[in-house]
């Protein structure tokens, strides 16, 4: 089973995106900003992470270039963000992110941009 970890201050929003990730069977793990994000991958790395941008103490751009710095291209990276101008989008891709999703979005949207990043390339 998939293990996907969800990044976001607001905890509604984590439980939402969370539930909706488990009902198409996910196993998911939650951070509520970057830096416990960054401390749970360090321990037990997911094969996916679901990244919101506005966050204390490490924001999600940031979180998203130490991974890419640290592992790779190995991780894929979802930013999920209301943060929803083209240029938002532009310079979430240009941090390394592999797909965007501006809230509020369709949870459908969401279920299909995951799984076909944890597809087996």
Request: glycine letters at 6%; aromatic letters at 6%.
């Amino acid at each position: 089973m998939s293990k996907v970890l969800v990044v976001d201050d607001s905890a509604i929003q984590r439980d939402m995106i969370s539930r909706v990730l488990k009902s198409v069977g996910i196993n998911v793990t939650v951070a509520s900003d970057g830096v416990e994000a960054l401390e749970q991958i360090q321990q037990d790395c997911p094969d996916l992470v679901v990244l919101d941008i506005v966050m204390p103490r490490m924001n999600g751009y940031e979180v998203c270039r130490w991974l890419r710095s640290n592992l790779g291209e190995g991780l894929p990276v979802v930013i999920c963000s209301s943060k929803r101008e083209e240029f938002d989008r532009y310079w979430g891709m240009k941090q390394g992110a592999d797909a965007y999703i501006a809230k509020p979005f369709r949870p459908q949207d969401l279920v299909m941009t995951v799984k076909e990043l944890l597809q087996p390339k």
